[in-house]
């Protein structure tokens, strides 16, 4: 949760330059996200001319279909990748402004609710990724690095702990491409599922929101089932992302005793460093606008410009390495490790 | 420009998001339309 804007490599460059470095990738991010919005439109346009049935297919998978196309064909060329990389600040101030979608009240009614069910997840999802580590004979902290990607928010949560439990960088690249794996896999499986059962827009949402790994997917499945889900998944995915702090710090606390050293010092001052300060941003956005801050037209606004915020989150999120590339990285590690051995040291995301 | 470099990316988020709700608050950015 505490990771820095992506900016370009090169750190020596001024602010300005840096800053118009990203536009390349933004620009393509907006043209993928627009093109899929425009293949929405047109397709509902045509069915509706030619008197056809055709389901409605979201823009959220025409951006990421999209998007798996630019990066498993010709893949992002350098001068895009700054840009693209973006994608996760869009999605943090898509769910800022989401805020404005939910009175205070709901909020707590509702984010209670979700808080009960993410306590029933952590134990389950860590009790469940630790036997599955144990069977498969992985090593422990890659264990509790999968554990803890799988209970709260995938990629934020495994970086945090990361450095709160020395875990080495290769077991990092691979709880990150297992927990990737598994997102790319859950944002098409998840509302096929959920359309088969026929859940409501609540239930599909807090399922989404409550299962799916990282926030971009969770958001991206709740889209894909229909915008009320989109508003669960994201209320319940945020309320799952604010205990990162008390579970990483749980793990640190159990790796320092397991390994004789130092516990964290300042616990409150921990739990301030990894907590998601995204979330303060949506309470107050959403406090505002319970206050009637904001006019009924102005709310409107800025749920759209929500909506314009998590266009670019879709596109991006399939322009990032290739998927395969996570399956086939997550899988490798897998059939190693039962043989008490590990694959090749490098990896590409050190 | 130091404490701006110190800056998260959530923190920029909330920053961003809150400077565009002020902006239509006051009804500097025109409407928005999805």
Redesign the interface.
Known sequence: MSQTIAIPRDMDLPALPRLLALLPGIALLAALGFLGKLTEQSIARYAKAHHLALPNIEYVLWAIVFGLIVSNTIGVPALFQAGVATYEFWLKAGIVLLGVRFLLGDILKLGGVSLALVAVELAVSIALMTALGRWLKLSPKLTSLLAIGSSICGVSAIIAAKGAIEADDEDASYAIAAILALGAFSLFAFPAIGHALGLSDHAFGLWAGLAVDNTAEATAAGALYSDAAAKFAVLAKTARNATIGFVVLGCAVYWARKSHRQAVQNKAAFLWQKFPKFVLGFLLISLLATLGAFTKPQIADLANLSRWAFLLTFAGVASRPTFANYASRACTRSQWAPLGSSPSRGSPWR | ?TTLRK????????I???T??IL??FNV?P????
């Open positions: 420009m800056l998260t990316l959530d923190w920029w988020a909330v961003a998001a809150i565009a709700a239509v608050r950015l409407h928005i339309p999805w």
